[in-house]
């Protein structure tokens, strides 16, 4: 579960491609990738969050002193937001490539 | 850990009921128990008792068998005089057993042990269900 | 953007709780039904607020030295320490009650868990992931 940790930090990463975005086309993109950057951040966050409490929740039943439920609704509640973040960083990529590929 | 601990709790209810239908099985065994000789007194009915305890770990109360208390009836006595334990009247003392009580309370220490048992058995299923949200 | 913040699966979760506190105290109950003295208790039904940091949940305890259900459990949410108010159940209660809660209880738990489930499920097939 330090693997949590690690995707997160490569995910923040690629938030930069929505910042590159902006930055080539400031007219069309930029409010555009702005807001994919946001939504982005957002799901970055909101994964960063729940694997966190998802890691803790780990630790402490190996330990032996979690509450099953928590562990698992913690766990069951992580993996629903990595999907849901990596959905996220697929579309914006997707929608990126297809400005990219627009005639100027 | 909340299971966990329900278990427990539950656990010890199994333990005291157990002990407790070991006790009745003895008092059954020696309802008819006089003794050797006379001016002795013949087998005493055993009662249990009950008590609870307030275990910080699990946070729950639970309950523990007290004491054996003899049961303080008068003896029943019945008219014998061949009888090596028979009195200067004849008299034999028999254990203040009574087959028919014993039998009842044996009975519903049986139906208490099979209620903690259903419980731990529910708990468990209900710890199941929960590693099962996890499952693919 | 949360998960958590589902209102759905926030109220779920706290019904896992709330059954599974339920299910110590029925434990409780059954094991002492012969303890002499011994009041059988029960739970308040769970506030189900949706709103965020549903504490609706109190923390009252009739005899402080009972039942504090541990407040901070490691990585739990601080807003969703979750506890619940215990109420004394008035005269004793028999076997057959308890046994037929006990069973209530378990069902409930089951069907709380399945909608938990499902609403995951739910979430990740909208994300165009799920199984």
Same mark, same amino acid.
């Not at chain 1, 694997?51 to 099953?68: C, I, W, Y």
């Not at chain 1, 579309?91 to 100027?104: G, K, T, W």
């Not at chain 2, 909340?2 to 157990?18: E, H, N, R, Y």
């Given at each position: 579960?330090?693997?949590?940790?690690?995707?997160?930090?490569?995910?923040?990463?690629?938030?930069? *491609?929505?910042? #590159?975005?902006?930055?080539?086309?400031?007219?069309?993109?930029?409010?555009?990738?702005?807001?994919?950057?946001?939504? *982005?951040?957002?799901?970055? +966050?909101?994964?960063?969050? $729940?694997?966190?409490?998802?890691?803790?929740? !780990?630790?402490?039943?190996?330990?032996?002193?979690? +509450?099953?439920?928590?562990?698992?609704?913690?766990?069951?509640? $992580?993996?629903?937001?990595?999907?849901?973040?990596?959905?996220?960083?697929?579309?914006?990529?997707?929608?990126?490539?297809?400005?990219?590929?627009?005639?100027? | 850990? +909340?299971?966990?601990?329900?278990?427990?709790?539950?656990?010890?209810?199994?333990?005291?009921?157990?002990?407790?239908?070991?006790?009745?099985?003895?008092?059954?065994?020696?309802?008819?128990?006089?003794?050797?000789?006379?001016?002795?007194?013949?087998?005493?009915?055993?009662?249990?008792?009950?008590?609870?305890?307030?275990?910080?770990?699990?946070? !729950?109360? @639970?309950?523990?068998?007290?004491?054996?208390?003899?049961?303080?009836?008068?003896?029943?006595?019945?008219?014998?005089?061949?009888?090596?334990?028979?009195?200067?009247?004849?008299?034999?003392? *028999?254990?203040? @057993?009574?087959?028919?009580?014993?039998?009842?309370?044996?009975?519903?220490?049986?139906?208490?042990?099979?209620?903690? #048992?259903?419980?731990?058995?529910?708990?468990?299923?209900?710890?199941?269900?929960?590693?099962?949200?996890?499952? @693919? | 953007?949360?998960?958590?913040?589902?209102?759905?699966?926030?109220?779920?979760?706290?019904?896992?709780?709330?059954?599974?506190?339920?299910?110590?105290? #029925?434990?409780?109950?059954?094991?002492?039904? +012969?303890?002499?003295?011994?009041?059988?208790?029960? #739970?308040?039904?769970?506030?189900?607020?949706?709103?965020?940091?549903?504490?609706?949940?109190?923390?009252?305890?009739?005899?402080?030295?009972?039942?504090? *259900?541990?407040?901070?459990?490691?990585?739990?949410?601080? @807003?969703?320490?979750?506890?619940?108010?215990?109420?004394?159940?008035?005269?004793?209660?028999?076997?057959?009650?308890?046994?037929?809660?006990?069973?209530?209880?378990?069902?409930?738990?089951?069907? !709380?868990?399945?909608?938990?489930?499902? $609403?995951?499920?739910?979430?990740?097939?909208?994300?165009?992931?799920?199984?």
């Amino acid at each position: 579960m330090p693997t949590t940790a690690f995707a997160a930090g490569a995910y923040a990463a690629t938030q930069g *491609l929505a910042g #590159l975005g902006q930055a080539r086309k400031p007219a069309a993109a930029g409010a555009a990738g702005g807001e994919f950057g946001a939504l *982005l951040q957002g799901a970055v +966050d909101g994964f960063a969050q $729940s694997g966190r409490k998802a890691e803790a929740q !780990a630790l402490a039943a190996a330990a032996g002193k979690a +509450d099953v439920v928590d562990v698992v609704t913690a766990v069951a509640e $992580s993996e629903a937001a990595l999907e849901t973040l990596v959905a996220v960083r697929d579309r914006v990529i997707a929608a990126y490539e297809e400005i990219m590929r627009m005639p100027i | 850990m +909340d299971f966990l601990k329900t278990i427990s709790v539950a656990a010890s209810g199994l333990k005291v009921q157990s002990r407790r239908r070991r006790l009745i099985a003895g008092n059954i065994a020696n309802a008819d128990s006089t003794a050797e000789k006379p001016g002795v007194d013949p087998y005493r009915r055993k009662i249990p008792t009950f008590g609870r305890r307030f275990d910080r770990e699990l946070e !729950a109360q @639970v309950v523990e068998l007290g004491r054996v208390k003899p049961d303080p009836t008068a003896f029943r006595t019945k008219y014998e005089p061949g009888h090596p334990a028979a009195d200067a009247q004849g008299e034999v003392k *028999l254990p203040n @057993v009574n087959p028919v009580i014993e039998t009842m309370d044996m009975r519903e220490a049986q139906r208490s042990y099979e209620a903690n #048992l259903n419980l731990i058995t529910a708990t468990r299923r209900m710890i199941t269900r929960t590693l099962e949200i996890l499952r @693919v | 953007m949360a998960v958590t913040d589902l209102p759905l699966v926030a109220m779920l979760k706290t019904r896992l709780h709330w059954h599974q506190t339920r299910q110590k105290l #029925l434990a409780e109950t059954g094991a002492n039904a +012969d303890t002499p003295g011994f009041k059988p208790k029960e #739970l308040k039904a769970p506030g189900l607020a949706p709103a965020r940091g549903a504490a609706a949940v109190s923390v009252e305890r009739t005899n402080a030295a009972h039942l504090s *259900l541990a407040a901070a459990r490691p990585g739990e949410d601080a @807003v969703l320490a979750s506890r619940f108010e215990v109420t004394p159940s008035g005269n004793a209660v028999s076997l057959e009650d308890e046994m037929m809660k006990v069973s209530q209880n378990q069902s409930d738990y089951q069907l !709380a868990a399945s909608l938990y489930q499902k $609403s995951l499920q739910m979430l990740r097939t909208a994300v165009g992931r799920g199984k």
